[in-house]
């Protein structure tokens, strides 16, 4: 018997504090995995304590790019699991785009992040490469 359980978080950076839920263009699935549920009709909503991390690659995290991300981390997670068709990558990421455009980040960066995901996002949405997790246990 073991006193606890954790996981390492070394690949994340933010953690939900609150639940997020918003209504996105990829319908006809029902979803419902720890942290992520997508229904039919294409709400996604998305628990408190989901861990992801952020912008990625040579850019800041800045306010308008942190909702954006986490719409843009969990549709690439829901794609490398196999839960909707690979696709749906491009639509991730014009909707990241999008996002990153409504929370006030200017049109010229919005373009080159949507230009860098577009071209170098494929390795981070590749079904199957979902890193396992590695879960420890304290002795009693």
Same mark, same amino acid.
Request: charged share 20%.
């Given at each position: 018997?073991?006193? +606890? #359980?954790? !996981?390492?978080? @070394?690949?994340?950076?933010?953690?939900? %504090? =609150?639940?997020? #839920?918003?209504? &996105? /263009?990829? $319908? /006809?699935? $029902? &979803?419902?995995?720890?942290?992520? !549920?997508?229904? %039919?009709? /294409? !709400?996604? =909503? &998305?628990s408190t304590g989901y861990a992801w991390d952020g912008p990625s690659g040579p850019t800041f995290d800045t306010i308008n790019f942190m909702r954006g991300s986490l719409i843009h981390d969990t549709l690439y997670q829901l794609i490398r699991l196999e839960h909707i068709p690979f696709h749906y990558k @491009?639509? +991730?990421?014009?909707l990241l785009k999008k996002i990153c455009l409504e929370d006030g980040m200017p049109g010229f960066r919005a373009n080159c992040v949507y230009q860098s995901v577009k071209y170098f996002g494929g390795a981070s949405a590749k079904p199957g490469s979902e890193k396992p997790d590695h879960i420890f246990c %304290?002795? $009693?």
């Open positions: 018997m073991c006193k +606890a #359980h954790y !996981r390492k978080l @070394n690949k994340y950076k933010y953690q939900l %504090v =609150e639940p997020y #839920h918003q209504v &996105i /263009g990829i $319908t /006809g699935y $029902t &979803i419902d995995i720890p942290y992520i !549920r997508l229904s %039919v009709d /294409g !709400r996604l =909503e &998305i @491009n639509y +991730a990421d014009l %304290v002795p $009693t």
